[in-house]
């Protein structure tokens, strides 16, 4: 059930032309929507061409090829691990992030690749 915030209570009306209307309906109709979701969408989601619907397709696919990727024999390693990038490489065009996002996400990354070099060096010794 919907939160509060969630549920679609307010109707609001906008002026069209007739070409408008056609345009509209023509693309809602190509992503299989409503003119109504489809106007929420484009407004809520900048027009990004990625709707939820969309979205979770996507990630159904991702999550399917990561489990053909787990099926794959050992012996074929290197293909396994092909599979398993496409996959996340797949998986990343879809999920929006910020460059502060992936600025943060760098820096993390760069940490753990420093802490375990370290802990390599001291192991060394």
């Not at 409503?34 to 027009?47: I, Q």
């Not at 502060?100 to 802490?115: A, D, P, R, S, W």
């Amino acid at each position: 059930m919907r939160s509060k915030e969630e549920k679609k209570s307010i109707t609001k009306s906008i002026k069209l032309s007739p070409l408008q209307v056609q345009q509209i309906e023509e693309k809602a109709k190509e992503k299989n929507l409503t003119f109504s979701s489809y106007m929420v969408d484009c407004a809520v989601h900048g027009n990004n061409s990625i709707t939820p619907q969309m979205a979770v397709r996507m990630q159904e696919l991702v999550n399917m090829v990561l489990e053909i990727a787990d099926s794959i024999d050992s012996a074929e390693y290197i293909r396994k691990e092909e599979l398993r990038q496409k996959a996340h490489d797949l998986d990343g065009l879809f999920t929006s992030v910020s460059p502060q996002e992936k600025y943060e996400n760098l820096e993390q990354k760069m940490g753990l690749f420093v802490e375990g070099g370290l802990d390599l060096w001291e192991s060394l010794k």
